[in-house]
């Protein structure tokens, strides 16, 4: 038995904070939750974020809707402004987001590009990025810089028959920083 906790991997303390307004982004967050063997205690409403929850945890994953032309979903305004003011220096961050690439492809899971406009002067490392965009139908993101997303974008309104294929190819991505 020593020998097993000996060798077994310390799992960095992990956080996942979303902001939703109709439910479909904490239900990504759980799923992405159960996914990675985050502890459901783990996952938070960007609403209810404080400083010493941003302390607390080694890796944050951030998922936003995006609302209207590419605005962050309502909670994220002040929980960006936190997550600046705290400073991340020694985080690692990967970014989640929900979309609707028919409807809105113009600005398909913008919030994501927000969020990492909005922290990637503040001293994390981020990880998760570089998700292909050409298993996705849109016209324009944000979320996109060097030709890859920049987190995990989802679209539960027309593609939701590929989220879980897609969370999945995007934790494995993930599952290494949290090690």
Known sequence: MFLVKMFKKRMKKTGIF???STGTCEDVAGR????LGVDSADVHNVADMTAGMIEDYDVLLLGSSTWGCGDLQDDWYDALK???QTGL???????FG?????SYGDTFCDAVGVIYDGLK???CTFAGGGVAVDDYSFD???AVVDGCFVGLPIDEVNESDRTDARI????ETVRPAME
């Open 18 to 20: 979303y902001g939703s």
């Open 32 to 35: 992405i939750a159960v996914r």
């Open 82 to 84: 936190l997550l600046q």
């Open 89 to 95: 220096k020694g985080k690692t961050v990967a970014l």
């Open 98 to 102: 929900c979309g609707d690439s028919e």
């Open 121 to 123: 002067d503040s001293g």
């Open 140 to 142: 324009s993101s944000s």
């Open 168 to 171: 999945e190819a995007w934790a």
